[in-house]
């Protein structure tokens, strides 16, 4: 199972920016999808962000479209979240996810990061 290091969350006020990191351990980094999801108090993990083992196959969720950007380097065997134009209701626990059985998608994560809190204020 490969361990996953969330960092980069904090209070940001409304229209800001941040940027999530997320760094792996093992080997086979390049060979997996990785992903963003996130969490508030009461509700079930949502679907943020996700990226191939290349980085040439992303995907967003709608609420996110335009804003966020995901992005990986396997090199270093991170993987990013820039957030732009940020509003009240991103506020959240942001979990940094690996799908160890799909290159393309996050589909069935099988490893979650510790998660970071993310607040943005109005």
């Known amino acids: 199972q490969v361990q996953l290091v969330e960092s980069g969350g904090g209070l940001v006020q409304a229209g800001g920016s941040l940027r999530l990191s997320c760094a792996a351990s093992?080997?086979?980094?390049?060979?997996?999808?990785m992903g963003w999801f996130r969490q508030v108090p009461r509700k079930e993990r949502e679907f943020v962000a996700s990226?191939?083992?290349?980085?040439?196959?992303?995907s967003y969720a709608d609420s996110v479209k335009g804003r966020f950007t995901i992005s990986r380097d396997n090199a270093k065997n991170t993987v990013s979240l820039q957030m732009n134009s940020l509003k009240p209701e991103d506020t959240a626990v942001y979990y940094c996810?690996?799908?160890?059985?799909?290159?393309?998608?996050?589909?069935?994560?099988?490893?979650w990061g510790q998660g970071t809190q993310v607040t943005v204020s109005s």
């Open positions: 093992g080997r086979t980094f390049s060979s997996y999808a």
């Open positions: 996810a690996a799908d160890q059985t799909n290159p393309r998608i996050v589909t069935a994560p099988d490893s």
């Open positions: 990226i191939s083992w290349t980085g040439g196959l992303i």
